[in-house]
Nanobody, 123 residues
Framework: QVHVVESGGGLVQPGGSLRLSCAAS????????MGWYRQAPGKTRELVAA???????NYADSVKGRFIISRDNAKNTAYLQMNSLKPEDTAVYYC?????????????????WGQGTQVTVSS
């Protein structure tokens, strides 16, 4: 079983910065990719940024040039540095982790989500 925990959300003024962390733990054999998604009230969940274990990144157009995703393979952790935050960035941010887990000598693909962390951008 793979457990995903996000941290780092909070209230910040427009133009400010926050850094989110996503840690995966459990019976992990390998991680293929980690991604950050967000869901604002009344809207569907959308991809914000993703990173593969080799370091390839992908960003939503709305955050390019402001957000940076990075990862620490040794810690099974990904980070999202969010700069120049705008009120429209307000949402619950979720971390998604995809990879392979091992249990009793067998390998399984997993696709796990965290519980989310609230980010509010307001003056």
């Amino acid at each position: 079983q793979v457990h995903v925990v996000e941290s780092g959300g909070g209230l910040v003024q427009p133009g400010g910065s926050l850094r989110l962390s996503c840690a995966a733990s459990g019976t992990i054999f390998g991680i293929n990719a980690m991604g950050w998604y967000r869901q604002a009230p009344g809207k569907t969940r959308e991809l914000v940024a993703a990173i593969t274990w080799s370091g390839t990144t992908n960003y939503a157009d709305s955050v390019k040039g402001r957000f940076i995703i990075s990862r620490d393979n040794a810690k099974n952790t990904a980070y999202l540095q969010m700069n120049s935050l705008k009120p429209e960035d307000t949402a619950v941010y979720y971390c998604n982790v995809r990879g392979t887990s091992v249990r009793i000598g067998s390998y399984y693909q997993f696709d796990s989500w965290g519980q989310g962390t609230q980010v509010t951008v307001s003056s």
